[in-house]
């Protein structure tokens, strides 16, 4: 018999990752970068930055629509935005996913 279903108010989590890549190059990883999880209203949920390899990884994120981005630095000072090649677009993603990625483009 498979195992039963979860009761409705367990609250299921995933890991999730990606690729943090500079325009549409496939090869061109972006090491060191930020990544931010965002609620669908823009809330930071958390941050976690990119290995030498621009992989990234949130280790558990629950069952959900959100939106991820990308910037270069984590928090600019108030009186500096950054450049805008600096952040990249807000990329709305669903956890799970059935591609099972989820790579970030600037």
């Known amino acids: 018999l498979p195992p ?3 009761p409705p108010w367990v609250e299921t989590r995933f890991p999730i990752g990606g690729t943090v890549l500079r ?3 496939a090869t061109d990883v972006v090491p060191l970068a930020y990544v931010e999880l965002l609620t669908m209203a823009g809330l930071r949920l958390n941050a976690v930055r990119t290995d ?3 992989r990234f990884i949130f280790a558990d994120v629950p069952t959900g629509n959100y939106q ?3 910037r270069l630095t984590l928090l600019p ?3 500096m935005p950054p450049p805008p ?3 990249s677009p807000l990329n709305p993603i669903t956890v799970p ?3 099972g990625r989820y790579d ?3």
Do not use: E, L, N
């Open 23 to 25: 325009a549409a190059c």
């Open 52 to 54: 030498s390899t621009g």
């Open 97 to 99: 996913s059935p591609a």
């Open 104 to 106: 970030i483009h600037f």
């Open 4 to 6: 039963p279903d979860p």
């Open 77 to 79: 000072p108030p009186a």
């Open 68 to 70: 991820m981005r990308a």
């Open 85 to 87: 090649t600096s952040i």
